[in-house]
Structures are given as structure tokens and as C-alpha cells.
């Protein structure tokens, strides 16, 4: 039966399961025609908007993989080929997305100490500039934690901190393209938060010693956010409360970011930023 060669075609590729039995049967009907696949490529792929198959409208090379927000992503030195049925071929493409971007992704480890990270960051593919900017990042945390004056390390890393934040700030006041900005956006957010969280010096549990209630986390300046109305709970084991605490900073810099958007224009700026 026609639903029984439907399930079989997405057995044997497991995402046609995002598309309906209409779409299915488009791509199906036009085995011949494989870029009759670019409408449907943003239902089977979240982050691909269509394939590039070159210039030529009726190739079966492809040549890359091309995001919602034009950002193209070379799939290796020789295009791969669309050829056979069109679940094959698909297979294919999503096994060398993940080779593609496993290959990428060790270049872009190894060139990131090696080059001004505002240099390196335009010429790595988006996604693998959050993902390695977040494993050095977690490096230099266990690195100065490790070190015989962690206290001193994690103050000197929030000055590196610091300095790269300010040097995305400058970018950002450039000239980019609509992509570049989008990245940019996104790393600053991440890095604000990874800032913050160096900057924290230690955790308020109130004037109990025994206490397992904390109130609030206090930066190196010594600059005390409350973490909500109740106390949260250090309770279980280290990382899941820890995990907690991060939640926390989290929501409760969200909160006060919505009261000092609302309360701007309505106080003296000189006392509202006090």
C-alpha cells in the first residue's frame, strides 16, 4: 500500500518522518529532478535552507549546504553526488554535513590560539565559532581553578574576558553583513554570560556558616545580585546545584533587566544607575 512504501522510504531515511505524506510524494514523484528536494530541505535539515548543486539547474553535484541566513558550508573538496534513489543521496548529504563540520571544526581548534580571535571568528562557519569559543573558554576556567592561586588565575582570565568583549563591541560599530552581525549578537551574549560567571567571587549563604541556602552570588568588586525572593537550595549533588545557581543568575539578571528597562525612562539617569 501507499503508506506502508511511504514508512519504508522513511525508515530508510528517518527524516522524511518532518515531512507530510503530501511532500514526501513531491519529492518522491520527481526522482529524476533531485533539486525538486530544495523546497523541503528546511523541514528535514533545521539549520539548511537549500543545497547548492553549482550553476547548472539540472546537476546533481553538490557543491555545499546554504543556511536560512545565506551562510554557505562547503561539503569537502569533491561535490557529492545525487545519484540513485533520493533517500541514498540524502543519506549522504547528512553524512558529509558531519564530516564536513567534524573537519572544520578540529581547523578552527587549532587556529583559534593561533590567530586575533576577531580575525578568526569571520572565517569559521557560525556555529563552530560558539562551540570552540566555548571550549576554551571552559579550558581556561579548569586551567585557572587548577593553578596553585586559582583566585588570581579566575581574575586574571576576567581581564581576557573583558578585553574580548570589548574588542566584539568595536566590531559590531563596523561594517558586517547581515550574518556576521547575527554572530556577533549571539557570541556577545554568550560571552556576557561567560563573563559573569568568572566574575563571580563567591556565593552569599547568609550569616549561617552551615547554611544551604544562597541568597545571592557577589562579584570580585564586591557587587551582591540577589538570585530571587526564596533563598535557592544547595542541596543534592555539587553539580546539580551548581547547575541551579547558574539557572538562577540567569532568570534573575532577566528580572532586573526588564525592571531597568521599565524603570529608565522613568527616573533621573543619574539615580536610576545607582
Known amino acids: 500500500s501507499l503508506e506502508e512504501y511511504l514508512e519504508a522510504k522513511r525508515v530508510a531515511f528517518p527524516r522524511f518522518y518532518f515531512l507530510s505524506n503530501d511532500e514526501l510524494l513531491e519529492i518522491l514523484a520527481q526522482t529524476k529532478n ?21 550553476e547548472d539547474p539540472k546537476s546533481t553535484d553538490i557543491f555545499a549546504m546554504v543556511s536560512g541566513e545565506g551562510e554557505r558550508v562547503g561539503l569537502g573538496k569533491n561535490p557529492l553526488k ?21 573537519r572544520l571544526a ?14 578568526w571568528l569571520l572565517r569559521q562557519p557560525a556555529q563552530l565559532v560558539l562551540a570552540v569559543s ?5 579550558a581556561a576556567v579548569e586551567e585557572a581553578l587548577r593553578s596553585g592561586e586559582p583566585q588570581q588565575g579566575l581574575r586574571d582570565y576576567f581581564q581576557v574576558l573583558v578585553k574580548q568583549l570589548a574588542d566584539l563591541t568595536r566590531m559590531v560599530r563596523g561594517d558586517l553583513s547581515n550574518l556576521e552581525r547575527r554572530l556577533l ?25 552551615k547554611s544551604t541556602d544562597i541568597f545571592a552570588m557577589v562579584s570580585g568588586e564586591g557587587e551582591r545580585v540577589g538570585l ?20 538562577g543568575m ?25
Open 134 to 138: 566555548q571550549v576554551y573558554w571552559v
Open 185 to 209: 549578537a549571539a557570541l556577545i551574549t554568550i560571552d556576557v554570560h561567560s563573563r559573569d560567571i568568572v566574575g563571580i567571587r563567591r556565593l552569599d549563604f547568609g550569616e549561617d556558616p
Open 106 to 119: 578540529k581547523q578552527a581548534m587549532a587556529t583559534y590560539p593561533e590567530e586575533p580571535r576577531t580575525e
Open 250 to 274: 540567569a532568570s534573575s539578571l532577566r528580572r532586573l533587566a526588564k525592571q531597568a528597562m521599565a524603570t529608565y525612562p522613568e527616573e533621573p539617569r543619574t539615580e536610576w544607575l545607582l
Open 34 to 54: 533531485v533539486q525538486a528536494v530544495q523546497p523541503h530541505m528546511g523541514k528535514c535539515f533545521d539549520g539548511i535552507r537549500r543545497l547548492d548543486f553549482g
Open 82 to 102: 545525487a545519484r540513485g534513489s533520493v533517500e541514498q543521496w540524502l543519506g549522504a548529504v547528512e553524512s558529509g554535513m558531519a564530516s564536513s563540520l567534524r
Open 228 to 247: 530571587g525572593k526564596n533563598p535557592l537550595k544547595a542541596r543534592g549533588s555539587v553539580e546539580q546545584w551548581l547547575g541551579a545557581v547558574e539557572s
